[in-house]
């Protein structure tokens, strides 16, 4: 997506995900910045000085990373899950080139992925059994300022938060967010004119390796302080695939968002809804329909130039039947997480409180060893470098 920064003095491109509208607004201060990839929500921001390699013919290739640990304490946990853990978060290094007319980007190392109402998976476990030790890379072939293709392991168009916990504003990812694919392999083409941008993608949806998924983005930047955008995608045909990255439901869904992103000094906030439907699959054991609605609401404040507040709410209904979206067929849930951040040049650190409930749940389907109770709490701190 390329979205155009007004009364910054200057106009800046940036093709990524529908995340990037709610990053470039927030980031309009460091438009310096000579990092593109990997895309960040504030109040968490890039090293603004990365190691740079000059590779003759090449041009410049700036190396990145991110190393992160995090520690958290919950209640009412799940079978396999832990009352309180301490794991890394991040170790992952990004190499990339991001002018010219040949660009790439790289992204390798191990990671966590802690999202509300999910049993917490170790690092090494999630980098294992969802995108392996290079979850990103794709080069880019870039003609014009205005288009371009890419091409490789892409982060997903669809939703509000990225995948990767230094990202975001929240340590942990959200409930809308866990409907959504986060990597896909595929290949994505991007055009923007005036105010307008779009995106257009051939993709394997949930890491299926089987390119049936359609997904695009079109984002209209009304003025410098809002964004609207709409993205959508799903899978054109019926895919038996299922794996820790490819659930059998998500992979033959359907996902739409309506995103709008508001930003005035020091505060951010970004409603969205987000709509997503699975058809029925009988020769898939799937009888009936399902579907679920999400409002979610991202925001953040900037108390000083070091200290932010970040918070996130959310309300997910399911349709009833017997197909199970959430914690059972017609299901509900709303969360709220509350995340303070300091930063002091590449140091960060930040705490976290996250709370989930649930309603009309399915026995067993839940919280707790028996997953009979409706609601958790988990508090998180994390810190690290992004160097």
Do not use: C
């Not at 979205?3 to 106009?11: A, D, H, L, N």
């Not at 994505?188 to 993709?203: C, D, E, K, R, T």
């Amino acid at each position: 997506m390329k979205i155009y920064i007004k009364g910054s003095g200057r106009r800046m491109a940036v093709f990524g995900s529908a995340a990037a509208v709610l990053t470039l607004l927030a980031a309009v201060p460091a438009l310096a910045d000579p990092m593109k990839m990997p895309a960040m929500t504030a109040p968490l921001a890039a090293n603004p000085n990365p190691s740079r390699v000059d590779a003759g013919p090449l041009g410049e290739i700036y190396i990145t990373g991110a190393v992160t640990g995090l520690g958290y304490v919950q209640n009412k946990r799940l079978g396999g899950d832990k009352t309180a853990r301490a794991d890394f978060s991040n170790a992952q290094v990004f190499i990339q080139k991001n002018e010219g007319l040949f660009q790439f980007f790289i992204q390798a190392g191990g990671y966590s992925i802690p999202t509300i109402g999910v049993p917490y998976a170790e690092a090494n476990d999630t980098t294992k059994s969802t995108f392996g030790v290079v979850p990103q890379a794709y080069v880019k072939i870039a003609p014009s300022e205005n288009f371009s293709i890419m091409a490789g392991k892409l982060p997903t168009l669809i939703g509000a938060e990225y995948t990767f916990s230094f990202q975001n504003t929240n340590i942990t990812r959200g409930a809308l967010w866990n409907q959504e694919n986060a990597v896909s392999r595929g290949v994505q083409l991007n055009y923007a004119a005036g105010p307008l941008s779009a995106s257009i993608s051939v993709n394997d949806g949930f890491y299926s390796e089987e390119y049936s998924w359609l997904t695009g983005l079109l984002a209209y930047t009304v003025d410098e302080n809002n964004v609207l955008a709409v993205a959508a995608g799903g899978n054109t045909s019926e895919s038996e695939k299922t794996s820790s990255a490819t659930p059998l439901l998500a992979n033959n869904s359907q996902i739409y968002n309506l995103i709008w992103t508001y930003t005035s000094g020091p505060l951010m906030l970004m409603p969205y809804y987000q709509y997503t439907k699975v058809d029925a699959m009988p020769s898939k054991g799937v009888p009936d329909n399902g579907s679920t609605s999400g409002f979610a609401l991202l925001g953040k404040y900037s108390l000083s130039e070091n200290f932010n507040i970040a918070g996130r709410a959310e309300y997910i209904t399911t349709n009833k039947g017997t197909t199970n979206l959430l914690y059972g067929a017609g299901s509900k849930a709303m969360t709220l997480t509350l995340t303070p951040t300091y930063q002091a040049k590449t140091f960060f650190v930040r705490g976290e409180l996250a709370y989930i409930k649930a309603s009309e749940i399915a026995p067993g389907s839940a919280f707790g060893l028996t997953g009979n109770e409706r609601g958790q709490t988990r508090a998180l701190v994390e810190t690290g470098f992004l160097f």
